[in-house]
């Protein structure tokens, strides 16, 4: 199974995440803000990264770009996951390197199978 990293400042969120793709075999590694995930996503290696837009310290999209210069992360699918539906933001992900995108709140049958299509677990 796959190792994913969640990235959301909200911890109800990153336990959801955790409550649904736990049990279908999958490892969580947790991150609180885009810095906090850039550096877990250096040392953890996940095959796919899970993370909200707006958090503090560093935005999700800000994340993307980064993680999308590092050559070990390339080809790591990245799932944005929040509240925003607005088509201008879905583009801005689409252009930074997001693979694709679930709106909160999200239902869990939905997420684990976006989560197994993209690590084809």
Request: charged fraction near 20%; proline fraction near 6%.
């Amino acid at each position: 199974m796959a190792t994913v990293l969640a990235v959301d400042d909200s911890m109800s969120i990153r336990q959801m995440i955790k409550v649904v793709l736990g049990p279908a075999g999958h490892t969580i590694i947790e991150a609180e803000d885009g810095a906090d995930g850039l550096a877990k996503a250096k040392s953890g290696a996940p095959h796919l990264v899970i993370t909200d837009l707006n958090m503090p310290v560093m935005n999700g999209l800000e994340m993307i770009k980064t993680l999308r210069t590092m050559p070990a992360l390339t080809g790591v699918p990245i799932l944005f996951l929040s509240t925003e539906s607005d088509e201008g933001i879905k583009q801005q992900a689409k252009a930074a390197g997001a693979t694709g995108w679930i709106t909160k709140p999200f239902k869990p049958e939905q997420l684990l199978a976006v989560v197994s299509k993209l690590t084809r677990a």
